[in-house]
Nanobody
Framework: VQLQASGGGLVQAGGSLRLSCTAS????????VAWFRQALGKEREFVAG????????YHADSVKGRFTMSRDNDKNTMYLEMNSLKPEDTAVYYC?????????????????WGQGTQVTVSS
């Protein structure tokens, strides 16, 4: 599967952005999907995930209450709605997918990755 992320940009602190990631192929519903981010000089961070079954969701403590991940299997698309953005949210955001996540979103390395989209939050 190929993933194409979009929606990044420059926003002031307190603002909002919505990231999208569209997948090729017709088996999107079989994949766990997730968003990661990597800030300059820092390790990659797991931001949010939804299992293929949609019974399991995860949002990192650093974004809980501000970010919401969703998926639309009919559109082969995952979303990350980001509100109340902070300068520390500045990073390259990557979408990812894997077939091993029917009922989980963590505990495995994601196989398929999008190209990344830059989010910059100014203070």
């Amino acid at each position: 599967v190929q993933l194409q992320a979009s929606g990044g940009g420059l926003v002031q602190a307190g603002g909002s952005l919505r990231l999208s990631c569209t997948a090729s192929g017709r088996t999107f519903s079989r994949y766990a999907v997730a968003w990661f981010r990597q800030a300059l000089g820092k390790e990659r961070e797991f931001v949010a995930g939804i299992s293929a079954s949609e019974r399991r969701t995860y949002h990192a403590d650093s974004v809980k209450g501000r970010f919401t991940m969703s998926r639309d299997n009919d559109k082969n698309t995952m979303y990350l709605e980001m509100n109340s953005l902070k300068p520390e949210d500045t990073a390259v955001y990557y979408c990812a997918a894997d077939e091993r996540g029917w009922d989980r979103v963590r505990g495995f390395d994601y196989t398929y990755w999008g190209q990344g989209t830059q989010v910059t939050v100014s203070s």
